[in-house]
């Protein structure tokens, strides 16, 4: 049940806003021109702003028992810290040597 709750979560905001650009807009407002770029402008932040709610709420099991929810809402920064945190430890240990032998004698 959990992957089909998922699966929802990244096509209801879609759906939505598609019933929402499906709607007959030009009889109301004549200069109304709806694209698909317009759609993806709005389908794309409800979609991811829909994962980030799912995700704030399922993060029980990353935080430790007691984490306020705003502090849960910031898993996105946190997140991007933690990767920031690799990268640049990945980067040091590529400057250190491999061995202190003088490759030169070789």
Not at 7 to 31: E, R, Y
Request: overall charge neutral.
């Amino acid at each position: 049940m959990k992957q089909i709750a998922y699966l929802t979560m990244i096509f209801l905001p879609s759906s939505f806003v598609a019933a929402v650009f499906g709607m007959n807009i030009q009889d109301l407002v004549p200069d109304t021109l709806g694209t698909l770029a317009h759609y993806f402008e709005v389908a794309i932040p409800l979609t991811m702003m829909t994962i980030w709610v799912v995700v704030t709420f399922q993060s029980k099991n990353i935080y430790p028992e007691g984490t306020s929810l705003l502090t849960r809402f910031g898993w996105p920064v946190q997140l991007c810290l933690n990767l920031l945190k690799f990268r640049v430890g990945r980067q040091s240990d590529e400057n250190i040597p491999m061995s202190t032998k003088d490759v030169s004698n070789s």
